[in-house]
């Protein structure tokens, strides 16, 4: 199938506003696709380049496409940035100079389907010296055999950044319409897949039946139960019934653990595969869990060597990507197993077991006392005071604070379902000031994004991490991206593609999860997940808070850990 078909859509997409029509345009679309293009078409349409859990990386950044462009259109580096600062979207950018180029490089438009996603994987595959100049090759290649239009979705495919509007959920539904199969059920093949397009072929070609049918399988990684907040037990208790397992929340990253006999696989809450970067935790998984076919949802957590005490997340985050130099990491940044949930056990699944009983299920394979691998610390309670005391001995140990769970339910992949809550300290709120900031892209293009924060001390200001979440799209609902852009633009000092240096003017209220030290910033230190309360234009610039303040806090923050 020509890719020219697949742009099309893709318009019609962008040019449509509701969820309904982009359904129907998206199932009309399939009924005419053949199955030896589905899976392609299903990636594609998802703006992805492979399967979700593919751990392939096209490896394709912004400078490369802007080379790429380059070569193509014979335009200098230096306008095709000057106009990507106007529009902010690289695609845009990329439709706009190639519809102005001359007729006589007319071009060939005999792009494939196929041919988008083998180039595209071949991008991946490139390595080694020259892989910048082999890649701007191939992208040229690409843009030299497409229309404008195509070239817009070709940069926006390769950077994974499609703005179709059409998300996951359109997609599953127009899948459902297509083959006439409820929504559920696609959704249920999604979640223990993760592979939309793998859905969509079966239903295209077993229909229904070949969808039941389908089971968790080690190996391939199933999306992960998410759960809740609660600021409280009462209210907890309330929403998953008591007596609940209140269990220890681990301050580490999220783990699936996958065995199959000989084959053990390592996955990351966002189905990342990490198997190579941690040999240590294969080495306790084949001495410390006693079975051969399992699929385990844990926590990896770092610990001192020495004092054996817990570290924060951000002290072994560093694991997670490093490619290199694994052995020293390994004694450098040890890390632990707990493990709370079991989803397959000795071939059968366990999702729709009662949590009690898969509980008891991970214990019969965990063997004791072993320091690398155990099972989450747990209380069974429906005594409130209790439950207190054992989230203050859980913030005393080290850990962030509590999960409390559901003991009858099953395990819900994917959702954000209330079967579990956690409760955690909730950090004092700062009130900083805002130093830089970027032009956003697409339809935020007018508006500033990702804001430089900053505390002070003196008369100086120091920079303390980014923040873009918390503002407001619309008016009248709190802080909008319009209002602090507003407000921000007189006080621009310096602009350098999409970022902006800003004087020190306004002061907004951060609430954040954690104060961490980070050589990122100028205080020394950095805000994990921060996000804007509220504007406080009732204070000003001598009200912001003070870097040993904020020290001060992350000692307290500290004597937990
Ligand atoms: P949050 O990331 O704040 O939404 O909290 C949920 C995360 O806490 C999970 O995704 C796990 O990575 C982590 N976690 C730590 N300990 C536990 C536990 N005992 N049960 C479930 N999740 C836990």
Redesign the pocket.
Known sequence: MDYSRLVRIYEELSNTAGRLEKRDIISNFLSSVHEKNLVNIINLLQGQNFPEWDSRKIGVGTQIIIKALANTSGISIGDIDKLWADIGDLGKVAEKILSNKKQSTLVSNSLTIKGVVDRNQKLAEIEGSGTVSKKIDVISELLSSTDAIGAKYLVRLLLEDLRTGAGIGVIRDAISETYDIEKSKIQRGYDLTTDLARVAYIAKIDGENGLDKLKISPGSPVK?M??QKSETFEGAFDKVGIPAAI????????LQIHRNKSKIKLFT?NLEDVTNQFPDIIEFVKRDIDSESFVIDC?AIGYDPKTKVWKPFQEISQRIRRKYDIENMIKEVPVMI?A??ILFLNGKSLLSIPFSDRRKNLKSILKSETLAVDI?KSLHTDDISKAQKFYESALDAGA?GV?V?NLASIYKPGSRVGF?L?I?PVMESLDLTVVGAEWGTGKRANWLSSFTLACKQGDEFFEIGKMGTGLKEKENDGLSFNQITNLLKPNILNEEGRNVTIKPSIVIEIEYEEIQKSPTYSSGFALRFPRVLRLRDDLNLSDVDNLSKIESLRNSQRARN
């Not at 269990?247 to 999220?254: A, N, S």
Request: no cysteine.
């Open positions: 992960v998410l759960f269990e220890y929340k681990y301050d580490g990253f999220r809450r926590e707990l709370f949930d989450a962030e999960m769970k579990g956690k955690k």
